[in-house]
């Protein structure tokens, strides 16, 4: 049976202009839009705030199991927008939309805008064949959509550069961040280092591990807070773990409430991410929100969010230079202090959750008026 239509009241959180009406949207999301993973959250973000710039947005539950759909989950997809108002703009996240064949979009008869985290073919951990699919995929459904909304300058590159997309169909709506006040640190002897992220192969703490396995005399703790989304690869990284004997410096905390998650941000002294590729790094514009000391690679647009001064930036994948500059960040209070007296200036700087969903909205009003002109 087809997934059902999440409906859900969102109500403008502003009073709207009385000559702007109230546009339907069907935002189509795979998976459970509760998991928390940065594109989650940048859709909630979005769907609780489009209503205050005129548009009603439908929120539509997709199978779970893309990018990685089966025949009848694409039989699923095409029931489910057959039910929806035949006036109604689509927006689709892109961790589907990227995977869906060119004749499943044909048959949709509605204008389609595609949200692109980052590019399926650019995700760790899949197969050469795999990635080369999933390229090939998604430039075919990219070409198909009225207009793509992308995270990052950086990822409107890529996209423009390596998959086709005209420059001019394509706008940055780059992630929110929430002000939630300085991080006061742990105040303890041990430095306590926090990285947030799923655990899957892109996110390289395969790496991590192995650059503080060269640290481990020194005194700190790390706490890894992500989802569980593969779970090979969770399994790995506990073995990994258990055999550079860090049981006792290294903890796996899986996902966490937004108190817990803010209790860690807190009390954190040094926040690493040490992903293979990033779309953005919503947790990097966390951590300068809050003021930490980071340390970074510069896989994707990390290394653009992170503006210098306020990181130590690494190449990915690079197990020496990530040891290196958590040594050096570790070892120097007045480092530390500098960087995150930075990253909190920068984090002044960053773009509103409003800012964000009135860029899509604007986005959205536009094709839909290129469509009814």
Known sequence: MPSQLALRAYAPARVLPVDLPMRDVAFLIPGDLELPTGGYAYDRSVL??????????????????????????????AAIVRSLPKDCLLLIDGLAYGAMPEALIRGFERPVVALCHHPLALENGISATRAEALYASERNALALARHVIVTSPMTARILSGDFDVPEGKITVAQPGATRKGRAA?????????????????RKGYHVLIEALTKLKAKNWRLSI????????????????????????????????????????????????????FEGYGMVLAEAMARGLPIVTTTGGAASETVPTGAGLKVPPGDADALAEALAEALADPALRRSLADAAFAAGENLKSWDDTASIIAQTLRDVDAAETA
């Open 185 to 201: 640190g742990s105040g303890s002897p041990r430095l306590e280092v926090l990285a947030v992220g799923s655990i899957v192969p």
């Open 225 to 276: 807070v992500g989802a569980v989304r593969a779970p090979d690869c969770a399994a790995a990284l506990d073995a990994q773990i258990a055999a550079a004997g860090l049981g006792e410096k290294v903890r796996l905390l899986g996902a966490v409430n937004e108190k817990a998650l803010d209790s860690l941000y807190e009390h954190a002294d040094l926040f690493v991410m040490s992903s293979l």
């Open 48 to 77: 609780r705030l489009l209503p205050s710039f005129g548009l009603r947005p439908i929120q539509v539950a997709l199978p779970g199991s893309f990018p990685n759909p089966s025949a009848e989950d694409l039989e699923d997809c």
